[in-house]
């Protein structure tokens, strides 16, 4: 069959490209604003791509258009579909009818460390000789790939929140059916599609109201918000993590080795290449999910020890005159706290600071949503860089709590200069986007150079 995928750029669609591609179907695809690393992995798996939206794709006569959930009402491309009443189908739902379809779905929802907590529990299977498929909303550096089928009835996916398609505007997750479903956090986000952190959780509701009682729920015992969600009505079995009770972790010792407990008794130690507390928390869920299909905890101990990361998650992308320049996806205020404070743990004691480059461009960020949480959220850095670039809200004035330590720009060159000529060797340039930022990171480089 012959699958034309809408928006197949974006890290899901991507994903469902590749899976479609390995289960044998012809996949093309269209998009804009095209960026790496998803451009890269497409052109590297021979996915023919199409810039832009224009009706004469048609002329390629797919058997089916896949239909990603940016892709909106008045798209050209979509428009001539629909008026010729040609087949389409969103993509969640492709891949639940083609894909997961008899699998043993492992998901990992949340407002925050879905994509890593979704490599760490992929990667715990393949330590485990388990072979999963996976789809996951990045690039794990462990798989060089953001999805493939698998060779086993394992499936770990990455359960996003966010509407379906054009056609469907429940969240995504409803459609995967999972057996074992880590909750990670629920906070609110999406402003663009949610009124309040009360609609969220309704979908959670409905996610909770899929699962079997054979399955597993794995729930962040510090979210309030998911002890309400399952408070509403739950059928499936709840381990808590995050909990002295159940799941819990230690501190790190000097060597980097942390505590794992069950119920306040140590049944193991690791450590972690990513630092922070919210990745040892992701880590912890993996581990708890990745025993319910019948990995021993040992096993994902000793996989954790060996775990990459994923790219755009406190990735180095390098490094002139000891300065280093991180890659980092994070766009929500809790995300970017814990990035900064992950970062300066990281740091340790070594004199270097932290200058932080941000671009506001989420929809919920756009919106202005979080302003009244961006400078608190900020405040760990030692100095912030914020490219107001078509954002309608007075940055500036929302930064302002930071006194002299915050500037805004609406020209990117602009504000690399002044990060270029602020930096001094051993400061760590953090750079935090959920997009492709203009090229920021080399332009970086570059003026560094």
Known sequence: MHLHILGICGTFMGGVALLARAAGHRVTGCDANVYPPMSEQLAAQGIGLTEGYSPAQLDLAPDRFVIGNAISRGNPLLEAILERNLAYVSGP?????????????LAVAGTHGKTTTTAMLAWILEHAGLSPGFLVGGVPQDFGVSARLGESPFFVIEADEYDTAFCDKRSKFVHYRPRTTILNNLEFDHADIFADLAAIETQFHHLVRTLPGNGLIVANAGEASLQRVIDRACW???????????????????????????AGTEIGRTRLALPGGHNRLNALA????????????????AALRTFKGVKRRLELRGEVGGVKVFDDFAHHPTAISATIEALRSDMGDTGGRILAVLEPR?????????????SGSLAGADAVYCYAHNIEWDVAATLAPLAGKARAFDELVLLVRAVAAEARAGDRILVMSNGGFGGVHEMLLAALS
Not at 294 to 299: K, L, R, Y
């Open 362 to 374: 989420s929809n919920t960020m756009k919106l202005g949503a979080m302003k009244a949480q961006l």
């Open 286 to 301: 993996a581990i708890a999910a990745a025993r319910h299909a019948g990995v021993p905890t040992e096993v994902a101990l």
């Open 93 to 105: 739902q492709w891949l639940a009818e083609n894909i997961l379809a008899g699998r043993w779905v």
């Open 236 to 262: 499936t079995p709840v381990e808590w993590f995050n909990s002295s009770r159940g799941w819990s972790v230690g501190e790190p010792s000097d060597g980097g080795q942390f505590a794992v407990r069950l």
